[in-house]
Antibody, heavy 119, light 110 residues
Framework: QVQLVESGGGLVKPGGSLRLSCAASGFTFSGYYMSWLRQAPGEGLEWVSYISSGSSYTDYADSVKGRFTISRDNAKNSLYLQMDSLRVEDATVYYC????????????WGQGTLVTVSS | QTVVTQEPSFSVSPGGTVTLTCGLSSDSVSTSYYPSWYQQTPGQAPRTLIYSTNTRSSGVPDRFSGSILGNKAALTITGAQADDESDYYCVLYMGSGISVFGGGTKLTVL
């Protein structure tokens, strides 16, 4: 059974940093592209970033480019999102999800972790 | 900037049929955009319904179907049930690994 469990969310001041983690189990993690997505309370979903199965390829939404870094450790079945220079508008629930590269969709989702950015 | 458009809200009667659409501000939606659809209830993670225009994700009932209607992607729910009351999001693939979400449609079943 596929399981994705995010952690690392919390309260941070504007300009601060936070590192999110996503622990994967129940599937061959190293064979999947992965993504981070986010959703502000009461708002819609936004794609944030993706990483290829072997970490060769990454990309980011314009809203986070240059501030966020996605990475993964296949030996630990883990996905990460390093978030620097955080802004108030980055305060959302962050989801990790598997990304099916062949059919361009997010198939399995975690339950999310909440990031709050406030002084 | 590419904008993916969805109806903000829709209502359907129990047992009825509803079609939600997903458009592009600057182009017609085709299968090349790999439309996918997700269902989300408050406080829950999204659930994948449809991918690659019309393929149902594992475990999704066949009353959910996807298609291209005119210049938009469409999600049709046939025989709506009370627990279909959710937010529905479409996603279009823009190339180079970039996906863009629509703003979501809040579906009410009443």
């Amino acid at each position: 059974q596929v399981q994705l469990v995010e952690s690392g969310g919390g309260l941070v001041k504007p300009g601060g940093s936070l590192r999110l983690s996503c622990a994967a189990s129940g599937f061959t993690f190293s064979g999947y592209y992965m993504s981070w997505l986010r959703q502000a309370p009461g708002e819609g979903l936004e794609w944030v970033s993706y990483i290829s199965s072997g970490s060769s390829y990454t990309d980011y939404a314009d809203s986070v480019k240059g501030r966020f870094t996605i990475s993964r450790d296949n030996a630990k079945n883990s996905l990460y999102l390093q978030m620097d220079s955080l802004r108030v508008e980055d305060a959302t629930v962050y989801y990790c999800a598997t990304y099916n590269w062949n059919y361009k969709y997010f198939d399995y989702w975690g339950q999310g972790t909440l990031v709050t950015v406030s002084s | 900037q590419t904008v993916v458009t969805q109806e903000p809200s829709f209502s359907v009667s129990p047992g009825g049929t509803v079609t939600l659409t997903c458009g592009l501000s600057s182009d017609s939606v085709s299968t090349s955009y790999y439309p996918s659809w997700y269902q989300q209830t408050p406080g829950q993670a999204p659930r994948t319904l449809i991918y690659s225009t019309n393929t149902r994700s594992s475990g999704v009932p066949d009353r959910f179907s996807g298609s291209i209607l005119g210049n938009k992607a469409a999600l049709t729910i046939t025989g709506a049930q009370a627990d279909d009351e959710s937010d529905y999001y479409c996603v279009l693939y823009m190339g180079s690994g970039i996906s863009v979400f629509g703003g979501g449609t809040k579906l009410t079943v009443l």
